[in-house]
């Protein structure tokens, strides 16, 4: 006979009772006997339930449900000693959100939120059963990948980057008539489906659940249409005052560092050994990791890095003939474009590159600095010759097309590896030391300083040379100097700007050069 335990009206099993012998049915004091054992069952089995519902809660991250940190250090720590036990390889993946601060700072901490959901689902979802992937503190996740190759944790990795990178969110804005403004954040699946992960409620905390319920259904049945048919028009990224319905692209991507036990220890060089024999082995498995991350953001972001690769490979010499062949194709494709944004764009590099060595960067960052300056505009490639060689001043619909050159740069230099290093300061040049600038709104120093240093330059010689969108700026050169002055600490990073003006001379030198860039 089956008994249900039952506790505050919920069934949470089954007691099953054999009677023994062929004595007659159950006595009144048989039932009773049962009911109280099948009362107390049911309090244990609630007390079993909750205990492992509180125990699962004190491993997992509150937002995104996978493990958190502190679990993950425990099953590092016992996966590494059952790897030296048995001579098998184990590997470490440091997952970072590149300018994860910006889309919180732009769209908002609950979007933020919803990214770092997504990111954990991809992760989640590209491991194999028995690996772990955790929260490791703000933006950054950590996997531990059980056996399995070198080459075939970094064809995962490269998995979980490309899965990342294709998530198709949106930031969208609608304006009603009455000039208010509501923002939603929605998500196109694999499947062509739209859905939405924010809305934009209007109904009051004190109504009731089935009124929010009514306004979600009215959005996604009204917007959703309107969505999907400005997506199919391509109609996304166009900022207007006159634009009821604005679509913000996301483009979210990921850096990994990755570091393989034991393939990674026998490769440390004596000095590397020196410096961390102290640590632990997991420890120091996650340093590596987090070693090749560091160095794979340094080099562009959205990219993988073994730390094997940044021990012998030497990326932070990137091949300079590789470099010299990818930068003489970009370039002759922006002069094939225009001839004034490729003259432009040298006389940048130059004084970009000089500027930062009498800032006095390393050798490095002027190399790079320069690079970046002389790849500054080349996403205007993708700008129509009806706007980019416009006689006259641009419609807000014009420069709002035009504003994307920084972010289309960066997207292009993606493609070329031995350009990575310049994607910082292709992408944010256009940033403003108050934060007002674009694409991502960055202030201060957040700025990276090949950006702050280019933003200078770049606006010296488009105010001392005629730009056809900007005809009836005078090209004076002491208004030029006027100008640059005046927006330190506005637009300009005020430190760069002395700097500029110590060395102005030797600047307007470079500037004034009459020769072509020097391919290597």
């Known amino acids: 006979t089956a008994f249900p335990l039952i506790h505050d009206g919920a069934v949470l099993g089954v007691l099953a009772v054999t009677r023994s012998g062929r004595s007659a049915a159950y006595t009144k004091s048989d039932m009773q006997l049962v009911q109280e054992a099948t009362n107390q069952l049911a309090i244990a089995l609630l007390k079993g339930q909750l205990y492992s ?36 390889r184990m590997s470490v993946l440091m997952v970072d959100v590149d300018y994860f601060k910006s889309f919180n700072d732009a769209y908002g901490h609950l979007v933020g939120d919803e990214i770092l959901k997504r990111i954990a689902r991809v992760l989640e ?42 998530l198709a969110l949106y930031a969208v804005h609608i304006r009603s008539a009455s000039g208010n403004i509501r923002h939603m954040l929605v998500e196109r699946e694999p499947d062509g489906n739209l859905h939405c992960l924010l809305f934009p409620l209007m109904t009051a905390a004190h109504e009731s659940a089935e009124t929010a319920a009514v306004e979600r259904d009215w959005i996604e049945s009204i917007w959703l249409k309107k969505i999907e048919k ?77 730390y094997d690769e940044v021990q012998h490979i030497g990326l932070a010499e990137p091949n300079r003939v590789l470099e010299g062949e990818a930068l003489r194709e970009l370039l002759t494709l922006l002069r094939r474009k225009d001839e004034d944004t490729y003259a432009h764009s040298l006389r940048v590099g ?29 996403g205007k490639t993708f700008i129509a010759d009806t706007i980019l060689k416009k006689d006259g001043l641009l419609t807000p619909e014009e420069y709002a097309m035009m504003k994307t050159h920084a972010a289309k740069g960066a997207e292009l230099l993606n493609k070329y590896p031995p350009l990575h290093a310049a994607i910082n300061g292709v992408r944010h040049h256009h940033e403003r030391w108050e934060g007002n600038g674009y694409p991502e709104g960055l202030e201060g120093e957040r700025i990276p300083i090949e950006a702050r240093i280019i933003a200078i330059v770049d606006s010296y010689d488009a105010i001392t040379r005629s730009r056809p969108y900007h005809p009836q700026k005078p090209t004076d050169v002491a208004y030029a100097q006027d100008e640059i002055r005046k927006n330190a600490q506005i637009m300009y990073d005020p430190r760069l700007v002395d700097h500029f003006f110590a060395h102005y001379d030797a600047l307007v030198g470079v500037q004034t050069m009459d020769q072509d860039i020097e391919f290597h």
């Open 350 to 378: 130059r004084m970009a590159e000089l500027l930062a060595k009498k800032a006095g960067l390393d050798a490095d960052m002027q190399h790079i600095t320069g690079l970046a300056g002389y790849l500054h505009d080349v």
């Open 125 to 166: 979802t590209s491991v194999h059963s028995g690996d772990v992937v955790a929260r490791f503190g703000g933006e950054e996740f950590v996997c531990l990948i059980k056996g399995g190759s070198t080459g075939a944790t970094m064809d995962l990795a490269q998995k979980m980057r490309a899965r990342v990178q294709s």
């Open 53 to 88: 519902a509180i125990k699962e809660l004190a491993v997992r991250d509150g937002l995104t449900h996978s493990y958190n940190r502190s679990y993950f250090q425990n099953a590092l720590q016992d996966e590494m000693a059952k790897a030296k036990r048995l001579e098998y």
């Open 230 to 306: 400005d997506l199919a028009a391509k109609k996304v990224g166009l900022v207007s005052p006159q634009r009821k319905l604005q679509i913000e692209p996301l483009e979210i991507t990921v850096s990994i560092g990755v570091s393989t036990y034991p393939d990674d220890f026998s490769r440390k060089s004596a000095s590397s050994r020196r410096l961390e024999s102290a640590a632990e082995d997991q420890d120091l498995l996650l340093y590596m990791a987090d070693k090749a991350l560091y160095k794979a953001k340094k080099l562009g972001r959205n990219r993988v890095l073994t």
